[in-house]
């Protein structure tokens, strides 16, 4: 069970790491000042985050791994409007893309990152992870397969904590190389800031549209039992 339910929260939690903004956001945030104490902050409010969301999903959807179930068919529809909610974000994500010429537009939160206060980084990071839309439903859709997985007790626990780690582990990555890196890391994160930056709207449409694709299918198949 604990390996089904591992196995099955893997695309949801890689879809979450390769998210662009969280990282950028990180890596802003530790270049400025008391960079290490905020981004620390930053990557406690994103782990707590995430694993909030993923544990309430969890908590609601407790007898999924029934197929008879009311959870179940609760879980197949949730699936089915989450899978669909993924494609019509990746398709927006593509259309409203800057144009041949154009320079991406820096999200309004990301100003003053810089000189953000202890409090706004805890915030902040809880904020992107736990509310984002996106990770919403990519949480969702993971807390559900682990449940559709039959997982329980401590394999659950297991399961919840591999799917935060993973989808934490771009965050945690770049807070690692901060600390341990010495003068080289300021280099090499701005380098992955801007390698984020120019190639955030393709990035962003492959992972939303791909586990759409397969989100949405795993909750027709449901349905179809």
């Known amino acids: 069970m604990l390996i089904q339910a591992v196995g099955a929260v893997l695309p949801a939690a890689l879809a979450v790491a390769l998210s662009p903004f969280p990282l950028i956001g990180i890596v802003l945030i530790l270049a400025g000042r008391q960079g290490r104490r905020n981004g620390l902050l930053f990557t406690a409010g994103w782990v707590a985050g995430l694993g909030i969301v993923a544990t309430?999903?969890?908590?609601?959807?407790?007898?999924?791994?029934?197929?008879?179930?009311?959870?179940?068919?609760?879980?197949?529809w949730g699936r089915v409007v989450a899978g669909a909610a993924l494609i019509v974000l990746g398709a927006r994500t593509w259309w409203r893309r800057p144009r041949a010429g154009?320079?991406?537009?820096?999200?309004?939160?990301?100003?003053?990152?810089?000189?953000?206060?202890?409090?706004r980084a805890l915030l902040l990071g809880a904020l992107l992870s736990g509310a984002n839309p996106k990770n919403l439903v990519l949480a969702a859709s993971a807390a559900t397969s682990i449940v559709e997985a039959g997982a329980h007790d401590g394999d659950l626990v297991v399961a919840v904590a591999v799917f935060v780690l993973v989808g934490s582990c771009t965050v945690l990555g770049a807070v690692a190389i901060h600390l341990l890196g010495g003068r080289r890391a300021a280099s090499f994160l701005d380098g992955v800031r801007q390698f984020m930056i120019t190639n955030s709207t393709v990035i962003t449409v492959i992972v939303l549209l791909l586990l759409g694709a397969g989100v949405l299918g795993d909750g027709l198949t449901g349905l179809g039992r």
């Open 102 to 119: 154009s320079e991406a537009e820096t999200p309004r939160w990301m100003a003053s990152l810089d000189d953000i206060s202890a409090p």
């Open 56 to 76: 309430l999903v969890v908590v609601v959807l407790g007898g999924a791994d029934d197929p008879e179930s009311p959870s179940s068919a609760l879980a197949d």
